[in-house]
Every structure is written in C-alpha cells, then in structure tokens.
C-alpha cells in the first residue's frame, strides 16, 4: 500500500547511498540502530531470549541492510524503516528455527508478544506520571497487566504507535488497511484501554493520546 514516508534525513543518506557514498550507509544504519534494537526485543519470545540477544538480532540484521540496501533503493517497496523492520522479523524468524524449531505461525504475522511490548506501552503511556518513583513502577505494572488482558489485535496497533513510535501510517501499511481504518482501530484499542483501567481502578494523570 505505501502510505508511509521516510524522514527528510533517511530520503537524504539513501540517496547518498545510491550516488555511491560509503559513510551516508553506516549513517543510515547508525541512525536506524535503535529502532532496529526496539523491535528485536519486543518481538523476541522468552523461550528465545534466553538463547539470544537482541543485539545480535540487530547486527545480523544490519549485515542484510548493507547487503540488499541496493535492491531497497531500486524498488523503493515501503519506507525503509518499515522495510527494516521486516528485515528484523525475518532474522528472529531464522533464530527461532535454528534454536527453538519451525514457529506455528510466520513472524510476520506473529502477534503473540513478549511482556515486553505491555511494559513498553505502559511506560509510554505513563511519561506525564508524578515522579514518584515507587507509585510510577507499582502504576505500570498494574497498566501491564490490563494491557496483557486486551485482544491480540489491540495490543499490536497499540504496540506499533506507542512501543514502536510507529505512525498511523506505517502501521496501515504493516497490517495492510487504509489509514482511516488504522485510525480507527487503533481509536478503538485506546478506549477499551481506558475501559479496562477504569474497571480496575486504575488512574493515570496523563490523556491516551
């Protein structure tokens, strides 16, 4: 589908890349490392991250950029960070068979996630929290949790826009839906997340924006 776009700062180094200036790649892949690490180790399963480290996701999948970055540039499919992305699913894929066997279901459709990605969330969530540091970690905690109650489908697009800073739309693009369905659904998710946090008692003092 293709609704994303890059950042004037990756459109720049990858035409860089492709007038054929050597540092405008390792910029590119610094400039991606973090993203790249988020995403290793919210979608890394604990059956799995005791046998691997999510740093070695990272730079296994760094050598498949700089190898392919060529073909990426030709065909410009998505943006590159999404582009990425898959390229980081697609190395966790390979780590699971060799260590843990053949997944039931392909990682690119995997959204049975790590608590990872419900810690991520609540912390994003709870950034405008008082600073109390024993009521903020008591507070995320119980936040996971509602987290972990919701639907499979609610947790990932909550997990793509505020775990993985994705935008709406980048995440339209990762589960092939218009933008305004994107909008939608992820609207959806926020209010049973705020749904849930009300059944439990739970106040946060910040919006789910």
Known sequence: MAYSTDSDQTTDLLDQVAAGDPAALDHLLQLHRNYLKRVAQMRIEPALMARVDASDVVQETQVVIAKRIGDFIQRRPTSFR????????????????????????????????????SIAIARKLLTNTPSKI??????????????????????????????????????ADILEIDPNTGRQRYGR??????????????SMNTSLE
Not at 101 to 114: H, T, Y
Not at 189 to 202: F, K, P
């Open 134 to 171: 024993v009521r903020k970690i008591e507070l995320q905690k119980q936040v996971q949790e509602v987290i972990e109650q919701m639907s499979e489908n609610d947790r990932e697009v909550l997990t793509l826009r505020h775990a993985e800073g994705l935008s709406n739309n980048e995440v």
């Open 82 to 117: 999404l582009w990425i992305r898959r390229k980081a699913l697609e190395q966790l894929a390979d780590q699971r068979r060799r260590h843990i066997g053949a997944a039931k279901r392909s990682i690119l459709k995997e959204q049975n996630m790590s608590n990872v990605s």
């Open 189 to 202: 998710a926020l209010r049973r997340l705020h749904q849930l946090l009300m059944e439990n008692d739970i």
